[in-house]
Nanobody, 124 residues
Framework: QLQLVESGGGLVQPGGSLRLSCAAS????????IGWFRQAPGKEREGVSC????????NYADSVKGRFTISRDYAKNTVYLQMNSLKPEDTAVYYC?????????????????WGQGTQVTVSS
């Protein structure tokens, strides 16, 4: 059974950090682009970051550039999103997704397989 499981979300104060993990089971991630997306209440799902299969291409939303870093660990079959200097506007459910076509795009419509999401809340 194919699964993507996000973890690492939680409640953090403004300025704090979290590291989200996206772990796959039933398949290996190394051939595919992986994206991180988020959706806040009442808003559309938006792209946060993505990484190509090789790790050589990464993209970030302007709102997170310089604060978030995406990376992948092939041995652990996991992709990470390190989030620093968190702001209240980063509050959302964060999802990871797989693009079988390895386009490494921020467009959620391109992605084929999604995890269930993890809640991130930034509040004092």
């Amino acid at each position: 059974q194919l699964q993507l499981v996000e973890s690492g979300g939680g409640l953090v104060q403004p300025g704090g950090s979290l590291r989200l993990s996206c772990a796959a089971s039933g398949f290996t991630l190394d051939r595919y682009a992986i994206g991180w997306f988020r959706q806040a209440p009442g808003k559309e799902r938006e792209g946060v970051s993505c990484i190509s299969s090789s790790g050589g291409i990464t993209n970030y939303a302007d709102s997170v550039k310089g604060r978030f870093t995406i990376s992948r660990d092939y041995a652990k079959n996991t992709v990470y999103l390190q989030m620093n200097s968190l702001k209240p506007e980063d509050t959302a459910v964060y999802y990871c997704a797989v693009d079988w076509g390895n386009l490494a795009t921020m467009n959620p419509r391109v992605y084929d397989f999604w995890g269930q999401g993890t809640q991130v809340t930034v509040s004092s």
